[in-house]
């Protein structure tokens, strides 16, 4: 999520989301905190889109109904978001973003110039202002022969660059990767050669929303006489979209509804699923685990990981190679063969769009700040001085004026943790308490209390959860019951008919008997009940 501001008006390029580390536990989805806007003292004319991933438009149907703007995109962007706001409930203000053409958003003018990506009807932002343009690249890459003949418009970048671009902000995602990328179409002639090599079912996974690769695993199907079948909403979801807009062409008679697979001869089928990062609930995983209604894996099949591996996934993905072998079917993946190109422009291309657009200033973007600073290196090559590059960080401002470009106020920035279904915001507190749970274990304290005479009735009761082992639990917790009710019969009358003190109390002296004879800092749950 970018802001972009001329004077005090401003838009909003991109809204996405991220997913959880391992240490954020029960966390579905981290959505940005826009706190700061109001802060900010700007006027927001509008949300513009770059594409369709979830990184990008994640966000929106969480968001939206604070931000309460208009919202622009290519078709296959605002599909997509429909769909997604759709499930909320929610319509939104969505406006269609012509290509090439440039539009008032508000005072502003922007103009979408379309690129090249893994995703269709990918475009870059140009924001005029009074200093030259703003040109916010978006994930691309410089694809020659896209499927789709939609290349990226490197005409317009240079005429950009020719009318004056005050401030390159360019895709830092491959950046450390030298030379340039491979053409999406270099895929399909893999996808078609591996398939036939197949005497069983084939399964192919790769990200639900490439609508290339989808296009290119139909047509290596079709070219081996198979059926295909689609396991994933978000497959039949995204695919229907792209369907309505004109954008996939599928033979007559190929396609079978999933739960028709039994019918059809395994030499004969192909299931494209979802699940290529491993992820539990997944269709991928549902059938390397024999928990997909209908299909079972076997000797002669064959699972093909159209896809790479996103940093943080590969023991996930170790977990899901190792069922489908269990199975006893067979795994092709992007390391074996060439089943997988990526969306973003490498070292080449990354330069190349420097010296099109000749930015007076230059400001790497998206990527983890190692990639930010090759990509600051590779614009030194380019020949831009290194007092005209900036890198900033999340809640770091950058400013351009007649002084130069440099670091302007900090702001707050961060994330908002969504839990489940219901859409809920999740505190730092409840993480914390999660984080203990999982790492610590749970411990409750039961005490009665006779609330008229202030006299502790019977025993505390101890329970724990996730703390001891069985042989030591007992032992412990009776240690800790009979020194529990010491420290409650030393108190005070007034002490003890007072159920708020004393739930406090007991908590406390709790958690100091887990830390001082276990060694352990356990969430403690005290429960005081007074009759």
């Known amino acids: 999520m970018m802001v972009y501001a001329v004077g005090d008006d401003a838009v909003i390029i991109d809204c996405g989301l991220g997913f959880p580390n391992p240490w954020h536990h029960g966390i579905d989805l981290l959505i940005p905190d826009i706190s700061a806007l109001s802060e900010l003292g700007l006027r927001l004319h509008a949300i513009v889109l770059t594409h369709g991933h979830e990184d990008h438009i994640g966000g929106l149907p969480f968001l939206l109904p604070q931000l309460k703007l208009p919202v622009y995109g290519t078709p296959t962007t605002l599909g997509l978001l429909e769909g997604k706001l759709e499930e909320l409930h929610y319509k939104g203000d969505l406006r269609p973003l012509p290509e090439l053409e440039p539009i008032a958003v508000g005072p502003l003018r922007i103009e979408a110039i379309p690129v090249t ?5 990918a475009v870059s932002i140009a924001i005029e202002t009074p200093r030259g343009y703003i040109v916010h690249t978006g994930d691309f890459k410089l694809d020659m022969a896209p499927l789709d003949g939609r290349t990226t418009a490197l005409h317009r970048f240079a005429s950009l660059g020719d009318a004056g671009v005050v401030l390159l902000a360019s895709d830092s995602t491959n950046a ?3 030379g340039s990328s491979a053409s999406e179409r270099s895929v399909g002639p893999v996808l078609k050669q591996e398939i036939a090599g197949c005497r069983g079912k084939v399964v192919v996974t790769t990200f639900a929303s490439n609508m290339f690769r989808i296009q ?12 295909v079948a689609f396991a994933g909403r978000s497959l039949e979801r995204n695919s229907a979209i792209a369907n309505r807009l004109g954008r996939l062409s599928i033979p007559s008679g190929i396609m079978v509804d999933i739960r028709q697979c039994k019918e059809i001869a395994d030499h004969e089928l192909l299931i494209i699923a979802t699940g290529s990062q491993g992820e539990a609930r997944a269709a991928l995983a549902r059938i390397a685990q024999n928990q997909f209604p209908g299909i079972r894996l076997g000797e002669g099949d064959l699972v093909l990981f159209s896809s790479s591996a996103i ?12 069922h489908i072998c269990r199975r006893g079917a067979r795994i092709r993946h992007a390391g074996q063969a060439h089943l997988h190109v990526s969306g973003h422009g490498q070292g080449h291309e990354l330069k190349t769009m420097m010296q099109l657009t000749r930015p007076r200033y230059f400001y790497p973007v998206h990527g983890e700040y190692r990639y930010l600073q090759e990509h600051r290196n590779l614009a030194r090559q380019t020949g831009i001085p290194e007092e005209r590059i900036i890198i900033a960080e999340n809640g770091q401002s950058v400013v351009i004026d007649d002084r130069g470009i440099r670091h302007g106020k900090g702001f707050h920035a961060g994330a908002i943790f969504v839990d489940g279904q219901a859409r809920d915001e999740v505190d730092t507190m409840v993480l914390r308490d999660r984080r203990t749970l999982a790492e610590e274990g749970l411990i409750t304290a039961s005490v009665i209390i006779n609330a008229n005479e202030g006299a502790v009735i019977g025993q505390p009761e101890l329970t724990a959860r996730g703390l001891l082992h069985q042989e030591v639990r ?15 019969e030393g108190l005070e009358r007034e002490q003890l008919t007072d159920l708020e003190f ?25 429960v005081v009940i007074g009759i």
Do not use: Y
């Open 216 to 227: 290119q695993i139909i047509d290596a199907a079709s070219a081996n006489g198979r059926r």
């Open 117 to 121: 990506h893994s995703i269709m009807d």
């Open 176 to 178: 450390t990767r030298s």
């Open 311 to 322: 940093p943080g996934n590969e023991r996930s993905i170790a977990g899901l190679f190792d």
């Open 474 to 488: 007992e032992e412990a917790l009776e240690e800790a019951r009979t020194k529990l009710l010491a420290h409650l």
């Open 502 to 526: 004393l739930r406090e109390d007991v908590r406390i002296w709790l958690r100091r008997w887990c830390k001082r004879a276990l060694q352990k800092r356990p969430l403690v749950v005290a």
